[in-house]
């Protein structure tokens, strides 16, 4: 018997919507990495898009085991916190040392150091 038959309908619905839209989202971060002109503009699109994505993909999962197993199942939000925690941190990482290579180089568009 195929489990997906075993939803109510509303809650596939839900979960159907949940994920078309994080999926969405996911995509449009992908395509604002490809269009976008310089290094600096392309980091910011997919993490933007990939968080309220990520999110909503994990809201769907979280929903759809919840309601097969008939108990919360939280063990999606451990990959939401290891997301949210690395996604920024490795991001700011990449810009820094970029940032860096470019002052280096003597790239003209990139602002220089503030001395304080």
């Known amino acids: ?20 839209a994080g999926a969405g989202l996911a995509l449009t971060g992908a ?3 490809v269009r976008m002109a310089t290094f ?7 993490t ?7 999110v909503l993909i994990l809201a769907s999962s979280i929903l759809y085991f919840s309601v097969q197993r008939g ?9 939401a916190v290891f997301l949210t925690l690395t996604t920024p941190i490795s991001l700011m990482l990449v ?3 970029a940032l860096s ?4 180089e003597g ?4 602002p220089p150091v503030e001395k304080t």
Do not use: K, T, W
């Open 71 to 79: 108990a919360l199942v939280f063990h999606e939000i451990l990959i």
């Open 1 to 20: 018997m195929n489990a997906a038959a075993d939803l109510p309908l509303p809650v596939a619905i839900v979960i159907s919507a949940c994920l078309l």
């Open 40 to 46: 600096y503009q392309r980091v910011h699109a997919p």
């Open 31 to 33: 395509i604002g990495f």
């Open 48 to 54: 933007l898009g990939s968080s309220l994505g990520m």
């Open 101 to 104: 290579r470019d002052r280096h």
């Open 107 to 110: 790239d003209l568009s990139v």
């Open 95 to 97: 810009v820094r040392a």
